[in-house]
């Protein structure tokens, strides 16, 4: 029988064969004849994934074994495109992934028992809010939002990655001690059965919290994140329907409140109803991105033949590395690449939520679901605004698009994706102490 690592490692193939005929085909359009293009910055890559596979085999070796390839995948899929539109792009973001899979590794080490997380949930959630606090206090606003925090020597980091991780924890550890609660309500609220407000009063405050920062930070996109994670791991949580429908319908009116006051939402909204009113103006991204997938037509040109870059290497579409990769990748693989990278993203999905059914346990569950529910509402949003399905916002595509902290924090997300994993299959035990033993007094010394 074949061992879930091994199988692993064979489905780490694909994403191998990906990068390097991926960057070979980006080569070999740029010259009009055959090239090997920068093998060893896809050879490290390659190497990475290797060394998060080995981890595995050592630290968890029954976790899922369909995870790592798909991320994989992903990840040399946004790889070739950030080489296809810049090659130092693509030559940073492996230094990235390298710094992702140190924290992968580390994760494995040191946290052998998520479980641990479970006793510190107002803890993690406070470190959360004072991260996003920091940010507002000391970060450095770019494009109207005020997300990244600048470092000595000029590299920028964005705490509010991990604060959606955080936030995910806190929710998981508090939903699994009080959902007894929280599903058997004993009182009405305007007509709808509701807890008590004891219950609901910390979560509120610290989601509330959050949500206030991520606003004053000027980062909607996130508010949105964070408000949909809520909702969907309070659901699960209680199997209470009524929830959901009045969190959609707060969620609706705040999102109007904020649309009437804020001048930069009613540009985005204007921009992605319409867009082709002022096409050189606020619509010109979003016009641009449809002018872009339509080129893409069924198949596409292939990498490293579709317009997205000037000749004097300058983007078609602005932000094209970060907020518009899924373009990118859609104008040159057209619509059957832009599929196949959905259905990428599907299966990645799809196996969190295997791993959340089949925990063992409350928290393991909810922790599970909200950590993979970060992942695809991410996918969503972005998919979503590039593609004119929704309003357009900041959010990045995981494990593409270029940054670092994204980049980290998501290795790390599945990292502790996988531990839950492992741990279903082979429940923690404490290895047992030597019991220290009291030496037999002597005769005389008994008491009498």
């Known amino acids: 029988m074949i061992s879930p690592r091994t199988r692993e490692l064979g489905f780490l193939l694909p994403g191998a064969i990906i990068g390097l005929l991926g960057v070979a085909t980006v080569a070999s359009a740029r010259a009009d004849a055959v090239e090997a293009g920068p093998l060893p910055v896809v050879a490290v890559a390659v190497g990475l994934f290797v060394v998060m596979h080995l981890a595995l085999r050592l630290r968890a070796p029954q976790a899922d074994p369909y995870v790592l390839p798909v991320v994989g995948v992903i990840a040399a899929i946004g790889l070739v495109t950030l080489h296809r539109i810049d090659p130092d792009l693509a030559r940073d973001q492996v230094l990235w992934l390298a710094v992702g899979a140190i924290v992968f590794v580390g994760v494995l080490l040191f946290l052998p028992d ?150 930069r939402i009613q540009d985005r909204v204007d921009a992605w109803l319409h867009p082709f009113d002022d096409p050189q103006g606020r619509g010109f991204q979003l016009v641009q991105s449809l002018y872009a997938l339509a080129d893409g037509g069924m198949f596409g040109p292939g990498w490293g033949k579709g317009f997205l870059v000037r000749d004097d290497g300058s983007f078609v579409i602005p932000v094209l590395d970060t907020d518009f990769i899924f373009t990118a990748v859609a104008a040159e693989l057209g619509f059957i690449g832009a599929l196949g990278l959905l259905c990428a993203f599907i299966c990645l999905l799809a196996r969190g939520l295997v791993i959340a059914a089949q925990a063992n346990d409350g928290f393991s569950k909810l922790l599970a679901m909200g950590l993979t529910t970060v992942i695809g509402l991410q996918a969503f949003i972005i998919v979503g605004g590039v593609i004119r399905l929704i309003p357009l916002t900041g959010v990045t595509l995981p494990f593409m698009s270029y940054g670092g902290s994204s980049v980290v924090v998501n290795f790390a997300l599945v990292a502790l994706l996988l531990t839950i994993s492992h741990r279903t299959e082979r429940p923690w035990r404490p290895s047992p102490r030597r019991r220290r033993v009291a030496p037999v007094p002597d005769e005389d010394e008994l008491p009498a």
Do not use: S
């Open 114 to 263: 998520h479980h641990v997380l479970e006793r510190y949930p107002y803890l993690i959630g406070l470190t959360a809010v004072l991260l996003l606090v920091v940010t507002m206090l000391f970060g450095t606003e770019i494009n109207g939002a005020r997300l990244w925090i600048t470092l000595p020597g000029g590299q920028t980091v964005q705490p509010g990655e991990l604060a959606k991780v955080l936030l995910v924890v806190f929710l998981a550890g508090y939903l699994r001690d009080k959902r007894e609660l929280l599903a058997v309500p004993t009182r009405k609220i305007m007509g709808v059965p509701a807890p008590p407000l004891a219950v609901l009063g910390p979560m509120l405050a610290l989601l509330g919290a959050a949500l206030a920062l991520v606003v004053v930070l000027n980062d909607f996109g996130t508010a949105l994140l964070f408000f949909g994670v809520f909702l969907a791991m309070l659901y699960v949580a209680t199997g209470r329907g009524a929830y959901a429908g009045v969190g959609l319908g707060l969620f609706l009116a705040g999102a109007v409140a904020v649309w009437a006051v804020v001048p």
